[in-house]
């Protein structure tokens, strides 16, 4: 047995996973270094090989334990957590990864603007020093399970005298501060997973920063490119929307007519080849932090959950005419699978647009991966405040 | 889980044969071929064979090969492919190497580990695993005949099986094929003589079988290192053709199409060592053969695909028989064709992953 696996074996002992409080026994495989293998010891790891999570997760599947809750904490878990153990202080770190390890934490990301969407680099929501504090000014959107979050991060602007990526910082935002406010976007699932958020006059002490006054595009990226691994994953054969067209095939005859049949497989192939893929990134990772790479699976993940759940449509035509609901509810997690497969069609039409648009991958890959020309941006060298808008 | 990263020891193969092929072939030659078929190409595989010992990469050391695996010689093929190197690596290496190893011939094989005789599957160049019939009398398009020593056909036995048997070079007659890639040229091979039983009954068809299964599974990695050459060399094109005072690179329409080319050969890649992986590992059969499916169904096209976009995106130079692009196009279009086409592969993996068409 290696010591990965002994340690492993004491957490299960000492905290039995049938009867322990999911967020004890969480904080307890935090205590023991288990959450996050490739962090340091005493921020929830023991500083192993990426890969070697794997190890632990497979073994906690097995005993039933209580895993995080990804659905509802994946920001926290999938972006703040990579983030603050790369450039978040001491403190920050101290104050926050076990309790969102836990996901007594809910976080949230303050990111997008109405004037700042593909080109996020053009945030203009302010951040001004007052004494140890900055009060913040300005208007998020897309922020996805904001109402019920406990905390965010947020990219705000901090100089308007220096060209667009030099002028940004990074922080860590109390939700509950009374200067923020937030209002539900219904979409087109009918649901409300995301929101508008205003703040007006919030303040954010400067002990929650997060990396240098001005570094803050260097800190979102590492944020955006963990957030694009985190899309991106799945590791078991036919999982996603593939699966559910599967056992549909496999189990209703009725469905079964030669076209759909030469697509299915077509869809097969591709999402095997994805998860593949995927597979081979996750072993080339292992080692290091996630590069450009990462947008390529995003792309293919978008398209095939696109493509796939609009397929699952037509090949049970009398029920892709039908609705599961369409009351207006704001969900505590995202879904791409649950609900019918009318939800499914419409919920994956966000995949190509959350986290990066196909297009703006598209760039990220042909420029930092093939290294092409860049486009032609007049804002280029530009003071921001000089940057027509 | 599959290993489906490279090992420094592949690199290393890898950089030998790139390092070879750039001494030693001549980057006109595969256009040449089409207007003069008779080039004797023997001295590059020689060279291959002398030097990196390429001949004999799966045949065990005992019979005078290297006993490496199927991981090493993929990667021999992507470079192979990126080259679109006139070689029998393919045919005799992999296919006609694993006929004799499956078999249990030991007799030819230290001469085809050595290099000293070339070998080939008599079996028209669309065969796949389980869809091949035995050759009565003569086949075509035969793919490596043309130069090669040994010739192993099976044929229909007495008793009604198969009859798996080796044939000289002045038992067979042979007949080039005008092909549409000249680089790995076809024939129709007629027996004349009576050749000699190397196994007979499901031993011949075990070892045809395993022959076109490994032959499927690493022709994906040629696909793969061919595909590669497209994209960087239509990058790089990219980077330095000037339209409209700027490199045509930095237009999105151009780097949209790059991108995702991109996109097609990071799965392009997984799918081609996941087969090679899977081959060399010897692992579950069934998990084999939908390694090896899924990769020719993927893989067929993605390189097509990618010598497709090569052309365009060269506009008229890629259209012209002096750029190297439609040396890659032909051959890219024959593997598609080789060895069972994409729609074969898929209707292969239908039955194998159970989503019967009716």
Not at chain 1, 27 to 50: I, M, N, T, Y
Not at chain 1, 256 to 279: D, I, N, Y
Not at chain 2, 170 to 184: G, K
Request: net charge negative; proline share 5%.
């Amino acid at each position: 047995m290696t010591d990965l696996q002994q340690r492993v074996e004491q957490l299960l002992a000492s905290h039995d996973p049938t009867t322990t409080e999911p967020a004890d026994f969480l904080g307890a495989q935090f205590d023991a270094g288990l959450a996050w293998v490739h962090f340091p010891e005493g921020k929830g790891g023991l500083s192993l090989a990426r890969g070697r999570q794997l190890e632990v997760d497979a073994l906690l599947e097995a005993a039933r334990a209580p895993r995080p809750d990804v659905a509802r904490n994946s920001i926290g878990l999938g972006m703040a957590a990579p983030t603050l153990l790369a450039y978040g202080s001491e403190e920050l770190q101290q104050r926050h990864l076990r309790s969102l390890f836990a996901c007594t934490e809910i976080w949230c990301q303050l990111f997008s603007e109405p004037g700042a969407g593909s080109d996020l680099a053009a945030v203009a929501t302010r951040a001004v020093p007052d004494g140890d504090e900055w009060v913040i000014d300005g208007q998020k959107v897309w922020t996805s399970g904001a109402h019920g979050a406990d905390f965010a991060i947020l990219l705000a602007r901090t100089d308007t005298s220096v060209p667009k990526h030099a002028g940004m910082t990074y922080f860590v935002v109390d939700m509950a501060d009374p200067g923020i406010e937030v209002r539900p976007l219904r979409q087109i699932t009918g649901e409300a997973e995301f929101n508008e958020v205003f703040l007006t006059g919030a303040r954010v002490h400067d002990g929650n920063r997060v990396g240098a006054v001005g570094q803050g595009w260097a800190v979102a990226t590492t944020t955006l490119n963990n957030e694009r691994v985190a899309i991106g994953a799945g590791a078991d054969r036919e999982a996603g929307q593939i699966g559910l067209v599967t056992e549909r095939w496999r189990t209703d005859p009725s469905v079964r007519t030669p076209g759909t049949h030469a697509e299915l497989l077509r869809w097969w192939v591709e999402t095997e080849v994805t998860r593949l893929a995927g597979e081979r990134l996750r072993q080339s990772l292992e080692a290091g932090q996630p590069g450009p790479e990462s947008s390529a699976m995003k792309l293919a993940f978008a398209h095939q959950a696109q493509k796939v759940s609009g397929f699952a449509l037509e090949l049970a035509p009398e029920e892709g005419l039908t609705y599961h609901d369409w009351t207006m509810v704001s969900p505590e997690r995202g879904s791409f699978l649950g609900h019918g497969p009318g939800y499914r069609y419409l919920r994956a039409k966000g995949n190509s647009i959350e986290g990066g648009t196909s297009e703006i991958m598209r760039n990220v890959i042909a420029e930092r991966v093939l290294g092409l020309p860049p486009d032609h941006r007049p804002d280029k060298g530009i003071a921001f405040k000089d940057v027509p808008r | 889980m599959t290993d489906l990263l490279y090992t420094d020891v592949e690199e290393s193969l890898r950089s030998s044969i790139r390092s070879t092929l750039q001494r030693s072939l001549d980057e006109g030659l595969p256009a040449r071929l089409a207007d003069e078929p008779e080039t004797d190409v023997s001295g590059l595989w020689r060279t291959l064979t002398q030097q990196l010992g390429l001949a004999g990469l799966l045949v065990p050391e005992s019979l005078g090969g290297a006993g490496a695996s199927a991981r090493e010689a993929a990667v021999v093929l992507e470079e192979l492919g990126r080259a679109v190197a006139p070689t029998p690596f393919l045919t005799s290496a992999v296919i006609a190497t694993t006929v004799l190893l499956v078999a249990g011939d030991e007799e030819n094989l230290p001469a085809l580990a050595s290099g000293e005789r070339t070998a080939t599957l008599v079996l028209p160049w669309t065969a796949r695993r389980g869809a091949w019939t035995p050759v009565h009398g003569s086949a075509e398009p035969v793919a490596g005949a043309l130069g090669a020593d040994l010739f192993l056909v099976p044929i229909p036995g007495e008793a009604g099986g198969t009859s798996l048997r080796a044939y000289g070079r002045d038992e067979v007659e042979l007949e080039p094929i005008t092909s549409l890639d000249m680089t790995r040229p076809l024939a129709r091979v007629t027996l004349t003589g009576a050749g000699t039983e190397i196994v007979s009954g499901a031993s011949a068809d075990d070892a045809v079988d395993a022959a076109l299964a490994a032959g499927a599974a690493l022709l994906a990695s040629e696909q793969l290192g061919l595909a590669q050459w497209c994209l960087e060399t239509t990058v790089q094109y990219a980077g330095t053709r000037t339209q409209f005072a700027r490199p045509i690179g930095s237009f999105q329409a151009i780097k949209h199409r790059l991108a995702d080319l991109y996109l097609l050969l990071v799965g392009t890649q997984a799918a081609a060592r996941q087969a090679a992986g899977t081959l060399a590992d010897g692992g579950d059969a069934h998990e084999l053969s939908i390694a090896q499916a899924t990769a020719q169904a993927f893989c067929s096209d993605a390189a097509v695909h990618a010598a497709e976009e090569a052309l365009q995106l060269h506009g008229g130079i890629g259209m012209t028989w002096e750029a190297p692009v439609h040396t890659r196009l032909k051959r890219a279009k024959a593997d598609q064709l080789a060895l069972g086409t994409p729609d074969r592969h898929r209707s292969d993996l239908a039955q194998l992953v159970h989503l019967p068409a009716s």
